[in-house]
């Protein structure tokens, strides 16, 4: 069975800092593909950022770019999202979700479409307030 299980979200802030954790159990982790989504009340499920089965190419929103870091530790079976310089407009749950295969390629495969994703956790808060 499947899990991925967020943690590290919280109330910071704004121009604050966390770090978000994703730790995944019952699949090959290092032959999947990592990524964040973030959804606030309201809104569609947004991308933030993904990163390659050995961390080598990482792709982020424009909303976030300079400002969140996504990363992995296949040892430990991790991906995190480190969230810096938070605004309130970051409040959302964030999702962390896995799709599988060692081929990272934007040209050909849209990595912010949460529909290509096999699966997902059940989220984490993240309340930014001003």
């Known amino acids: 069975q499947v899990q991925l299980v967020e943690s590290g979200g919280g109330l910071v802030q704004a121009g604050g800092s966390l770090r978000l954790s994703c730790a995944a159990s019952g699949l090959n982790f290092r032959t999947y593909t990592m990524a964040w989504f973030r959804q606030a009340p309201g809104k569609e499920r947004e991308f933030v950022s993904a990163i390659s089965w050995n961390g080598g190419t990482t792709l982020d929103a424009d909303s976030v770019k300079g400002r969140f870091t996504i990363s992995r530790d296949n040892a430990k079976s991790t991906a995190y999202l480190q969230v810096a310089n938070l605004k309130p407009e970051d409040t959302a749950v964030y999702f962390c979700?896995?799709?599988?295969?060692?081929?990272?390629?934007?040209?050909?495969?849209?990595?912010?479409?949460?529909?290509?994703?096999?699966?997902w956790g059940q989220g984490t808060q993240v309340t930014v307030s001003s």
């Open positions: 979700a896995a799709r599988g295969g060692l081929l990272f390629d934007s040209r050909t495969t849209d990595y912010t479409d949460p529909g290509i994703y096999e699966y």
